[in-house]
């Protein structure tokens, strides 16, 4: 191209810059890549590393004066933005024995995941179900929600929720629960039985695409897993691997958020898996290694790890393990554009 071309190319564009306007042309290949381009990278929160910093902010502040005190986990490749993906929030929340943490609620979905303590509650419209180390609840999107820690011992839980894509649409709203019964009107033991026993109350229509089963308590899942690796073989990429559903519907339990608890047989080695869902793995048990990004992540308990969109990666445990893991698969999905490579 002449210089005189690209001089007259350079005003064009200067031009057209002062009435908000710029040619695609010069941003069609980065619009659209050829693969998946994330600012998100792979990285490793280590609990010996967040454990004593969650003690710490324990005795800086109180649960009450946070709100919610809850440490964020910032993917490095995000830093400032509050994002461990690029779609998805998480955060180590820690309540002491004691401590509460007032009702609200927000349009954002949430999932919890207990990485120690047992004993604490979280209320879903006043029904208090008390929490063990291992279970997944959810808070489904606009539902008054408080916690609250009557044990005699810290609490700490994964949250993860969808805050980056109800920002994405500017769809987020919130308010304050003054007024909202923090008292038990129920706790989990009934939405177990309503829910919880692939049965529903006969009347009971579906008002949204959420599960109203809240509470997936961890022995009835690692049963499921033990049964599964006794009878047949792990999956070459996974292991032995169950998504949680929303009982009502078969599908997910949030319409943003999909869950997952995988079993890893003692030695197993794992073949290279990707997907376009970006996977935060909570370690629940044994010890074992992620290899992603030309990184190894050596994991144990209460670990958590991100494996970015279409990187691939591979799962080793040298010890049985159990990750509990989450993604924004069902939001992908319902837009028809989720994508997943095997091997
Ligand atoms: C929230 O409501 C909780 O209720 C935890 O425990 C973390 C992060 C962002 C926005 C709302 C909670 C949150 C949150």
């Known amino acids: 191209m002449s210089d005189e071309a690209k001089t007259q190319r350079q005003a064009f564009y200067e031009l057209i810059d002062t009435r908000s306007c710029t040619p695609l042309w010069e941003v069609l290949h980065g619009l659209v890549p050829k693969t998946p381009a994330t600012p998100c990278v792979p990285h490793h929160w280590t609990w010996d590393t967040m454990w004593p ?52 609620r927000h349009s954002q979905s949430a999932m919890r995941f207990i990485l120690q303590g047992q004993g604490a509650y979280t209320a879903v419209g006043g029904r208090r179900i008390t929490m063990t180390e291992g279970d997944f609840i959810i ?4 539902s008054f929600h408080d916690h609250g820690n009557p044990s005699d011992s810290p609490m700490v839980w994964l949250d993860g929720l969808d805050v980056p894509i109800v920002e ?15 008292t038990a009107i129920g ?42 690796a006794g009878t047949r073989e792990p999956h070459a990429c996974w292991g ?29 080695h ?13 370690v629940r048990e044994g010890t074992g290694v992620c290899e992603v990004g ?23 445990a040298d010890s049985e393990a159990v990750l509990f893991s989450f993604s924004d698969r069902p939001a992908q999905q319902s837009l028809d554009i989720w994508r997943e490579q095997l091997g």
């Open 187 to 228: 706790d989990g033991t009934e939405n177990l039985a309503e829910f919880g026993l692939s049965m529903k109350p006969v009347e009971y229509k579906a008002p949204t695409r959420t599960s109203p089963l809240w509470w997936f308590p961890y022995d009835r899942s690692r049963e499921a897993l033990q049964k599964l």
């Open 270 to 282: 794992g073949k290279p898996y990707r997907s376009t869902d970006a996977t935060v793995y909570a």
């Open 168 to 182: 994405l649409f500017d769809a987020q709203f919130r308010e304050d629960g003054e007024g909202q019964p923090t």
């Open 139 to 142: 808070t489904p999107s606009w």
């Open 294 to 316: 030309g990184k190894e992540f050596a994991f144990g308990p209460k670990d958590i790890f991100v494996c970015p969109s279409w990187a691939p990666y591979s799962l080793r």
């Open 240 to 268: 032995h691997k169950l998504q949680y559903v929303n009982p009502a519907t078969g599908g997910w339990p949030m319409p943003t958020i999909g869950t997952f608890l995988q079993l890893l047989p003692a030695g197993f």
């Open 53 to 104: 910093f969650l003690q710490r902010a324990g005795q800086l502040i109180s649960a009450e004066e946070a709100e919610r005190r809850v440490l964020v986990l910032e993917n490095p490749g995000l830093r400032g933005q509050s994002r461990i993906t690029h779609s998805l929030y998480a955060g180590l929340q820690l309540i002491l024995p004691g401590e509460v943490a007032p009702p609200h």
